[in-house]
């Protein structure tokens, strides 16, 4: 499968505006989906916007283990794709 605007999403930090800025700035410039709905579950630390999934983790640059990678990061995002509000996309 190749690379498209159709199967990619923007992940940024939620709580982090410069972040959560360029996210937004990327997908209006490569014509990303904004009018798809949105969505959040506080539970799994997400939140999607179009095809922006903001994700609830550290700010710290450099996580301390693959445990930490996965429940700040992996996992939200997994849970974001799983949810449905990014369904009509192949990612």
């Not at 997908?27 to 798809?36: N, P, R």
Request: net charge negative.
């Amino acid at each position: 499968m190749s690379i498209t605007k159709n199967n990619f999403i923007v992940v940024y930090v939620n709580g982090n505006s410069a972040s959560e800025e360029f996210a937004q700035y990327y997908a209006s410039k490569h014509d990303m989906g904004i009018l798809y709905p949105s969505g959040s579950s506080e539970a799994q630390g997400w939140t999607v916007n179009g095809q922006t999934v903001g994700i609830n983790c550290s700010t710290t640059e450099i996580l301390l283990s693959e445990g930490d990678f996965d429940s700040e990061v992996l996992d939200p995002i997994r849970g974001a794709i799983s949810s449905g509000y990014l369904a009509p996309r192949n990612i």
